[in-house]
Nanobody, 122 residues
């Protein structure tokens, strides 16, 4: 399984961005997909995860109500719609896949994309 994240960029506070993660390999729909981020000088942290569909998701408290994770299983693509962005959302965002559980725990995700940088200016 290979993951390729894209869609990052520079945006003003209050703005929006949509990240995408193209996934190659077999059985995309069987993987739980997640987004994580690493801010400058900080550890990587969980952002959101989705099982088969938007009806089964998990969000970190600091993005709940502002970010929406979704997936298009026909296109093998994962998305993260980010609204009402704040300067503290500045980070490299990573998509990740795990074959089993809807979890916030990083070590359960065995496949990772290369990351895409999101910068939110104040």
């Amino acid at each position: 399984v290979q993951l390729q994240a894209s869609g990052g960029g520079l945006v003003q506070a209050g703005g929006s961005l949509r990240l995408s993660c193209a996934v190659s390999g077999r059985a995309f729909s069987s993987y739980v997909m997640g987004w994580f981020r690493r801010a400058p000088g900080k550890e990587r942290e969980f952002v959101a995860a989705i099982r088969l569909s938007i009806s089964s998701t998990a969000y970190a408290d600091y993005v709940k109500g502002r970010f929406t994770i979704s997936r298009d299983n026909a296109k093998n693509t994962l998305y993260l719609q980010m609204n009402s962005l704040k300067p503290e959302d500045t980070a490299v965002y990573y998509c990740a896949a795990n074959p089993s559980s809807l979890t916030t725990i990083e070590r359960f995700y065995g496949y990772w994309g290369q990351g895409t940088l999101v910068t939110v200016s104040s």
